[in-house]
């Protein structure tokens, strides 16, 4: 086995499937470029890819009824809600300090809403 197959081997093995799909591609047009450079963007990819996949599965492990955004919720709309406490929320200050959340209000104003777009 030569070296190629070996790195895509190696590649495989280790689950780097980001770098095994781009790594030729990359190279190709790499040539420029210090063997630090390479290493770090090929590395640079696979963490982004690896840390997207990851949080993709938490949120559909999260199972929530739906996905929504904090940019979508119309604050002027619902006058009720202080802005700043929710730029606090989104903080996620309360969890590092252990604390509880909790939205109270009557059906279909957005507690929900707000829940899930708070990451
Ligand atoms: N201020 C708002 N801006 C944008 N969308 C809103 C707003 N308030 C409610 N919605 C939307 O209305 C729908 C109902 O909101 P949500 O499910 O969050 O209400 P809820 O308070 O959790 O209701 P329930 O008490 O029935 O569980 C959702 O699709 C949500 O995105
Ligand atoms: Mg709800």
């Not at 963490?47 to 002027?76: C, H, I, N, Q």
């Amino acid at each position: 086995m030569d070296s190629y197959e070996r790195v895509h081997e190696s590649l495989i093995s280790l689950g780097m499937d980001t770098i095994e799909h781009t790594i030729d591609n990359y190279l190709e047009n790499a040539r420029d470029k210090s063997i630090m450079e390479i290493l770090d963007h090929l590395l640079s990819e696979e963490v982004k890819s690896k840390l997207s996949k990851r949080y993709d599965t938490k949120l559909k492990y999260a199972g929530f009824p739906f996905r929504k955004t904090m940019e979508e919720f119309d604050f002027p709309f619902q006058r009720s809600i202080d802005k700043s406490v929710i730029d606090d929320l989104m903080t996620l200050r309360f969890m590092h300090n252990k604390e509880n959340m909790v939205f109270l209000g009557p059906p279909g104003v957005g507690k929900t809403h707000l829940s899930v777009a708070l990451k």
